[in-house]
């Protein structure tokens, strides 16, 4: 059963970092591009960035020059570096990437469970 698990948030105050962790497990043939998305309470989910297998990365404007995405392609991982966070950042941040779990079947999409991220004084 493959699975994203997602660790890392929490409430931190305007100014400051957190970093998220989502590490893909089970049986894995190959992982595809590798993004965060977040959904803030009444919004639609948005992507924040993702980043494929080449190390290539794509921001979202409101993460460029602040958030710092990163993949860890041994270890089937990814994280998102947040810093100089706003009170705008403050949303259930999920990670998601394509999985392919056999080399004969199409690839899947998956998602974590979600990690609250709160920014406030």
């Known amino acids: 059963q493959v699975q994203l698990v997602e660790w890392g948030g929490g409430l931190v105050q305007p100014g400051g970092s957190l970093t998220l962790s989502c590490a893909a497990t089970?049986?894995?043939?190959?992982?595809?591009?590798m993004a965060w998305y977040r959904q803030a309470p009444g919004k639609q989910r948005e992507l924040v960035a993702q980043?494929?297998?080449?190390?290539?990365?794509h921001y979202a404007d409101s993460a460029k020059g602040r958030f710092t995405i990163s993949r860890d392609n041994a270890k089937d991982t990814v994280a998102l570096q947040m810093d100089s966070l706003k009170p705008e950042d403050t949303a259930v941040y999920y990670c998601n990437t394509m999985i392919i779990t056999n080399p004969t079947m199409m690839g899947r999409d998956y998602w974590g469970q979600g990690t609250q991220v709160t920014v406030s004084s």
């Open positions: 980043i494929l297998f080449s190390g290539t990365t």
């Open positions: 089970g049986v894995i043939f190959s992982i595809g591009p």
